[in-house]
């Protein structure tokens, strides 16, 4: 059974900075590129970041670029999104997701909530202005 566990989400202050984690289990992890989205209030859910099985390449929405930092620990089955420089519009439920194409080429990688293949359940992410 593939479970996917975010951790680390809370309460900031714009400015502030928070640690995503996002533990992963069941699947050949270093087989996957591995994405965060998030999803805000009447919002659609919408890419973040992503990044290869060998962290050579990673990919950010225009929104967050020279903010946030994805990077993985195959060892620990384990990726992270360092998010810094937080703003009030980046208040969401943030999920982490495994993308077994975009592991197989970096190439095939999607932006799109359809193209992953597991998903976490999400944790919480407030900043107050």
């Known amino acids: 059974q593939v479970q996917l566990v975010e951790s680390g989400g809370g309460f900031v202050q714009a400015g502030g900075s928070l640690r995503l984690s996002c533990a992963a289990s069941?699947?050949?992890?270093?087989?996957?590129?591995m994405a965060w989205f998030r999803q805000a209030p009447g919002k659609q859910r919408e890419f973040v970041a992503s990044?290869?099985?060998?962290?050579?390449?990673?990919d950010y929405t225009d929104s967050v670029k020279g903010r946030f930092t994805i990077s993985r620990d195959n060892a620990m089955n384990t990726v992270f999104l360092q998010m810094n420089i937080l703003k009030p519009e980046d208040t969401a439920v943030y999920y982490c997701?495994?993308?077994?194409?975009?592991?197989?080429?970096?190439?095939?990688?999607?932006?799109?909530?359809?193209?992953?293949?597991?998903w976490g359940q999400g944790t919480q992410v407030t900043v107050s202005s």
């Open positions: 997701a495994a993308d077994a194409r975009g592991g197989l080429s970096w190439a095939l990688r999607g932006r799109d909530r359809s193209e992953y293949d597991y």
């Open positions: 069941g699947l050949p992890f270093s087989r996957y590129a």
């Open positions: 990044i290869s099985w060998s962290s050579a390449n990673t």
